[in-house]
């Protein structure tokens, strides 16, 4: 049996099902946005419609590239917060007549 990928062993499922969602919206979001604000500008009714379309291109790459360093900085932290927690240990039991010896009254 092959031992579990790095990122299987320090993140937990929730945070890696949270960052694959990160990253779907990163690029679906400002997609989507960009796409309905270009309808608005259609050749003929606008009177440079082809500029102000590459124009809302351009800020949809860049949405896109911001959106997605944000999930990668989220990813990082996730991941050294993860190694520096470790593998969980647990110890011994307190024994049951120490704790006699521990009352403070």
Request: proline content about 6%; glycine content about 8%.
């Amino acid at each position: 049996m092959s031992s579990p990928s790095i990122w299987q062993s320090w993140l937990s499922a929730a945070v890696r099902r949270r960052l694959l969602i990160a990253t779907v919206a990163s690029f679906a979001v400002p997609w989507l946005v960009g796409e309905f604000a270009k309808s608005y500008y259609r050749v003929g009714v606008h009177p440079d419609a082809l500029r102000s379309q590459l124009l809302i291109d351009y800020i949809v790459i860049g949405a896109i590239v911001f959106s997605l360093t944000m999930v990668m900085t989220v990813a990082l932290g996730a991941w050294i917060q993860g190694v520096m927690k470790g593998p969980r240990h647990d110890g011994d039991p307190f024994p049951e007549g120490a704790r006699d010896g521990l009352r403070d009254d």
